[in-house]
């Protein structure tokens, strides 16, 4: 394998790892189309769902036209496997009840936008439109579920509980964020810088939300590299149902 | 999941909840007690007046806006929004209607339609 084409392929998998993360928390969002608790709300979050549909069509698109084998931004979301994804264990979350749920959007976004921050300075010409293009939508992503976090946290005796279980529930799927996979390396962003500045802000918000910041949490990873929790499959198959039925079926 | 019973208002309804704040509310009540009703005014351009555009549910007022931005521009209908809470809104009482307005029914002597205007004046 010489240096060029493995360094190919290693910025093909960054940017699938990228697509991938907003793909799914996008799908996971979009279950709750038609079931949010107030109509305002169903909105607010199928909305946040269409702009990670629309990064993550940025980014396969990205990765299609760089790829050598056909492949397609529909065939990349379609047809790929369990193991070939590369999304955040985070994101793949279960949405539990709404505060699990604002909360998974908080500490993803929150990352995101640091995230998003570096990479729109990067040299690679079409990585930083992407990024430049989509921060302003992930900087209203964390305005409105960081006031969800505060409001919940800090609200009723139940409200408080629930978050309290949600953050015991997701805080085990954040480390993952900062440790980068072999392909991230030489073309990811600072994730040392990242984290430092995460914890800033999460530490800021959790504590206007009352909630304590679990300590001496065992930290789940494998996602970036394809080794999921037990969620992935289900979501994929309600995600890919259609086109593995029938193969190429368009609107 | 939440039960949620959604309150229903008419247009012109004022609901009496005393829940108006501009301040974050962190303690709520959850849906189902009601939020308050909020209307909403959007700027869809520049040199523009706001225009009122309908109404919402919403905590408070920062919600309400971030309500709005959701459910009245997302398909680039505005740049700017206002929201005021339904309850501080006054209106006149359509029963009154008669001695309102009928009154200047017949006051045609009240538009300015009997200048004579020069023909380079257009568009008035």
Known sequence: MNVEFYFMNAFTDYILHLADSTLIL?????????HGPILEQDIAITNISLDLLGQARNFYQYAAALSSNGATEDSLAYLRKEREFKNLLLVEQPNGDW??????????????????????????EQLAAIAAKSIKETKYHVRWSSEWVVRLGDGTEES????????????????????????????????????????????AVLGEASLPLPEKVFMQSGGKTGTHTEQLGYILAELQYMQRTYPGAEW | MFNTFIRK??????????AGSSEIKKAQAPPSEGWP????????????DHKHVGSLHAADAAMAIENARDVYTRRQEGISIWVVESKY?????????????EPAADKIYRHPTFYQLPDEVNHM
């Open chain 2, 9 to 18: 208002f008419y247009y012109g309804d004022i609901p009496e909840d005393n």
């Open chain 2, 89 to 101: 809104i006054t209106a006149s009482n359509p029963e009154e209607a008669g001695e309102l307005y």
């Open chain 1, 26 to 34: 996008s799908q996971r969002n979009s279950e709750w189309c038609g």
């Open chain 1, 160 to 203: 408080h509980a629930r978050m309290l279980k949600a953050v015991e529930e997701l805080w085990p799927y954040t480390g993952e964020m900062f440790i980068p996979a072999e392909y991230e390396i030489s073309f990811g962003v600072d994730l040392a810088s990242i984290k430092k500045n995460w914890d800033e802000k999460v530490t």
């Open chain 2, 37 to 48: 009703l909020w209307e909403i005014f959007i700027r869809s351009k520049q040199g523009l």
């Open chain 1, 99 to 124: 505060g699990q749920t604002v909360l998974r959007q908080y500490l993803f976004s929150q990352y995101q936008y640091l995230l998003f921050e570096q990479l729109q300075h990067s040299s690679d």
